[in-house]
């Protein structure tokens, strides 16, 4: 028969935002109980006292919020990767040709120690690429039809294993790390097991200490 710790610790680590602030003491656990009370009781099937509820969270904040799934694939995949000498080009779709993209794509097959990745939007496409490259580049793309450039960008990669894409929050760790650092990113480009941040060149260095730190025991 199930538990009411058992209920609670399900309902809390599904949340990783509110698991959070339950191990930073940012959170009253009075009205966390008070909330979290009806979705228990309906699991339960039979009413449950607040101080039952006010216990068990009390018990979960004992035995160590942070070790779960989250915080496991946090702490066991630090793989950073820094590419410099980034630069990136946006093309509305309407410009932006199949023949193009095949091009495009044939350069960084020719060139495989270069960057590039395209990333087609709704309205636009981005084109994030080596400097080395951007001659040629300019020359598949007609330079009239080109909406935007920015030099000077540098990329840090972070791999991750596969169950990432079934894990609540991951990226917002790393978001907010940044964040509060102030540090500005001018794109995010995801693939199954790679997150990628685009920021510029004078911020990379900053980025990766931050990064690191999320990935260090001390600062999760």
């Known amino acids: 028969m199930i538990t009411i ?21 940012l959170i009253n656990y009075s009205a966390l109980a008070r909330k ?6 309906k699991k339960l099937l039979k009413r449950v006292e607040l101080g039952a509820i006010l216990m068990a969270l009390r018990r979960m904040k004992l ?19 820094v590419r410099s000498n980034l630069i990136e080009f946006v093309i509305a779709n309407i ?23 395209i990333t087609e939007g ?19 793309l007609s330079k009239k039809d080109i909406i935007n450039q920015l030099n000077n960008l540098s990329s840090i990669t972070i791999r991750l294993p596969k169950e990432n894409v079934y894990t609540r929050g991951l990226y917002y760790y790393f978001l907010k790390a940044l964040a509060w650092e102030g540090i500005n990113l001018i ?11 685009i920021l510029d060149d004078k911020e990379v260095d900053h980025a990766f200490s931050v990064l690191k730190k999320v990935f260090s025991t001390e600062s999760i």
Do not use: C, G, W
């Open 95 to 117: 410009n932006f040709s199949i023949d193009m993209h095949q091009k495009l794509i044939e350069l960084s097959e020719k060139e495989e120690e270069y960057f590039l990745t």
């Open 187 to 197: 794109e995010v480009v995801s693939t199954y097991t790679e997150f990628t941040i």
């Open 5 to 25: 710790p058992e209920v609670v610790e399900k309902i809390i680590v599904s949340f990783p935002f509110l698991e959070e602030l339950m191990s930073d003491n």
């Open 63 to 81: 035995m160590n919020l942070k070790t779960n799934s989250l915080t496991k694939i946090i702490r066991s995949h630090n793989d950073l990767i």
């Open 122 to 140: 709704v309205f636009e496409t981005t084109i994030i690429t080596s400097s080395q490259l951007a001659n040629e580049v300019k020359k598949i």
């Open 36 to 41: 979290i009370r009806p979705e228990i009781e």
